[in-house]
């Protein structure tokens, strides 16, 4: 049997439309922003692509400033779909970089990253980290959660992800990682 550990290799960290209007509506908004931020530190320090999106961005303004100022050089790919997958830009992103894997962070749980999420069951391991996802309502993200992992989904955390990448302590990127995993 296959091992189901997230590994580096073929992996994108994806941030999902974390936007400046959209953010003061989400639950745990402050934890949410936090993980995401630990997640894109940690994924520098292990050369894990990043590819951030907004949705619609002229409504829901751009990425909030706490999550734009570690990716300052990444430009985001505007969609107006729910899913990612299916817009030009984001699919053939993976495809030059031969991803494998997704790691989907972002807003909403329910909506983007679950459409995201069920789309890309058809052709990538998809590991929705749970505690770097969110909704309006809470219920929503345990629902979006739910139906994710029912459809092949793997719902993990930001600790246990980082983990399961590290796979050893004696790396040099475990070193790296000390701060963020305390």
Excluded: W
């Excluded at 909403?108 to 309502?137: F, G, M, P, W």
């Amino acid at each position: 049997m296959p091992t189901r550990l997230i590994g580096r290799e073929g992996a994108a960290l994806i941030v999902i439309d974390v936007q400046e209007k959209l953010l003061p509506k989400i639950a745990c908004k402050e934890k949410i922003v936090a993980n995401i931020v630990k997640l894109i530190k940690f994924s520098k320090i292990c050369s894990i692509p990043i590819i951030l999106t907004e949705q619609y961005p002229k409504g829901l303004g751009p990425t909030v400033k706490e999550i734009k100022d570690e990716i300052p050089d990444i430009a985001p790919i505007e969609k107006t779909t729910f899913s990612c997958i299916g817009v030009p830009e984001f699919d053939s992103s993976l495809e030059k970089m031969k991803i494998s894997t997704l790691i989907l962070t972002g807003i909403e749980a329910h909506v983007c990253v679950a459409q995201t999420a069920l789309k890309a069951l058809d052709n990538y391991q998809v590991c929705v980290i749970s505690d770097a996802v969110s909704s309006r309502d809470l219920y929503n993200v345990e629902i979006g959660l739910q139906r994710m992992k029912e459809n092949g989904a793997t719902i993990s955390s930001t600790e246990m992800a980082m983990y399961e990448i590290l796979r050893d302590s004696k790396t040099k990127e475990f070193k790296e990682s000390l701060a963020l995993l305390k």
